[in-house]
């Protein structure tokens, strides 16, 4: 039998002694030369503007004798009252929902649809149907959070998956067939809930930053010029800017919106470096900067093997067999690998740095993990 237990030395970090600091980056260095902006249609979202959630309760029908079972009482019961209202009167007892499944229908209405226009649902088995495919859904109301009918859906089921084979030895089951779309299979009957564009329009930062507000209002400022003392565009907060619409684009809100999303803007951003523990990935912003500091890397290994001989007696002695463990220790150890950052260096120059002496991602992710501990990593560090 063989024992191996192997460990490494901790990392040894230290800041070395250097009288120079880092210069400080300020607002306006921010925005580096030559990076082309970000369009504002990508970090921001107009505050009110957002689609809706819909959901309905209906049933499929026309299945291949995977619907429901008996067990589900519910199925029986909506057929029955769908066949009661055409005037067919039938026991819920009565019916057997083989080829019929009940579905919760739900479905996003977008912000401004009109009645008339069609959007996608979706359809996913609540009984114990197993397959969707092959079936249609019948009309069914679409309600949101108010209660409020906002759409009718019917058509057929679309799955992305199926199942083949018999029994269950030998069935084979692919993607989710229990949950299937309807692509443009519902029509909206009321006015998506909306807000009005005229006279006032509020943008929200995806990522709440004080200094990318400060810069949104001062593009829209400096695209539509104002009066000094009031601005037409300011940063309420870090995650809002509110804009007072112009009197030359009153009665123009879409194209007076369609000016804003062209604007571009340098994003500003917290220096973070995002680590994957599990798979060793290492991502981070060129805004990470690191103090100077000296860093020492060795590794120790200390291998334990024992093996189990047998100590076997001379022939007519009265000796027994017996098992003796044989145990050897090897020691390795490698020479220190020795990284120096002088000031200025970024995260990118370090794990360049550790990369070419050898070292593995683990050991950049810990590497980075004593830095932050030591001070001389200026950077949120979010482990996943």
């Known amino acids: 039998m063989l024992f191996t237990t192997a460990f490494r030395t901790s990392l040894y970090i230290r800041t070395a002694l250097f009288a120079a600091a880092l210069p400080v980056l300020t607002t306006a260095a921010a925005a580096p030369p030559g990076i082309p902006g970000t369009r504002l249609k990508e970090i921001v979202s107009i505050e009110g503007v957002r689609a809706n959630q819909l959901i309905g309760y209906g049933i499929v029908v026309g299945l291949n004798g995977t619907g429901d079972r008996r067990q589900t009482v519910f199925s029986a019961q909506s057929l029955a009252n769908l066949l009661n209202q055409m005037g067919v009167s039938v026991p ?9 499944a009940s579905v919760l229908v739900t479905a996003n209405l977008p912000a401004f649809a009109r009645p008339g226009a069609r959007i996608d649902v979706t359809a996913a088995a609540i009984g114990d149907s197993s397959n969707l495919q092959g079936g249609i859904l019948v009309l069914t109301t679409l309600r949101g959070i108010d209660g409020q009918i906002y759409g009718i859906a019917q058509g ?82 870090s995650a809002s800017v509110r804009i007072t ?34 798979t060793g990935t290492v991502v981070m912003g060129r805004e990470v900067r690191i103090s100077p500091v000296a860093i020492l890397h060795g590794n120790l290994t200390i291998q334990v093997t024992t093996t189990f001989e047998v100590s076997q007696p001379k022939p007519f002695s009265q000796g027994t067999t017996e098992i003796v463990p044989k145990v050897e220790v090897g020691v390795k150890e490698e020479k220190a690998r ?8 970024s995260v990118e120059e370090l794990v360049r740095a550790l990369g070419a002496v050898g070292t593995t991602p683990r050991d950049i992710v810990a590497i980075l993990q004593n830095l932050k501990s030591a001070g001389a990593l200026e950077a949120e560090i979010e482990i996943l």
């Open 245 to 278: 619409t112009p009197p030359e684009w009153k009665g123009r809100a879409a194209d007076f919106v369609s000016e804003l999303e062209r604007l571009t803007v340098h994003a500003d951003r917290i220096a973070r470096i995002v680590v994957n523990e599990r």
């Open 338 to 345: 020795n990284v120096l950052l002088k000031e200025g260096a």
């Open 156 to 237: 057929p089921v679309v799955t992305a998956g199926f199942i083949a084979g018999g029994g269950a030895g030998n069935k084979q089951t692919v993607n989710h067939p229990t949950v299937g779309r309807i692509p443009d299979g519902a029509t909206v009957e009321r006015a998506a809930p909306s807000v009005s564009l005229d006279g006032e329009v509020r943008l929200q930062l995806a990522h709440a930053d004080f200094t990318t507000a400060s810069r949104v209002a001062e593009a829209v400022n400096r695209r539509f010029p104002g009066p000094e003392t009031t601005p037409w565009a300011i940063a309420e907060n």
């Open 92 to 100: 819920a007892t009565a019916i057997r929902v083989n080829n019929t």
